[in-house]
Nanobody
Framework: QVRLVESGGGLVQAGGSLRLSCAAS????????MSWYRQAPGKQRELVAV???????NYADSVKGRFTISRDNAKNTVYLQMSSLKPEDTAVYYC???????????????WGQGTQVTVSS
């Protein structure tokens, strides 16, 4: 079993910052790409940022220059530093990890339960 647990969400004023964390635990052999998605009410879930095991990154155009994704491979943790937040960043943020488990020697995607980010104007 693999479990992803997000933390760090909350309520912040426009222009403020938040840092999200997502820690993976369980029967993990290795983790490939880790990513953050978000879903606002009435909208589809969208990719926010992705980071490879070698720390190459890619961002949605809407967050470029404001959000930074990073990871600590030793801790099986991915972070999302969010700055200059806007009301339109309000959403539930989910992390996803491509995990090779110790019992299935191929990659599967695992999701966290989500953390709410609310940006007030």
């Amino acid at each position: 079993q693999v479990r992803l647990v997000e933390s760090g969400g909350g309520l912040v004023q426009a222009g403020g910052s938040l840092r999200l964390s997502c820690a993976a635990s369980g029967s993990i052999a290795s983790i490939n790409a880790m990513s953050w998605y978000r879903q606002a009410p009435g909208k589809q879930r969208e990719l926010v940022a992705v980071i490879t095991r070698g720390s190459s990154t890619n961002y949605a155009d809407s967050v470029k220059g404001r959000f930074t994704i990073s990871r600590d491979n030793a801790k099986n943790t991915v972070y999302l530093q969010m700055s200059s937040l806007k009301p339109e960043d309000t959403a539930v943020y989910y992390c996803k990890a491509g995990v090779v488990t110790t019992y299935l020697r191929y990659e599967n995607d695992y999701w966290g339960q989500g953390t709410q980010v609310t940006v007030s104007s």
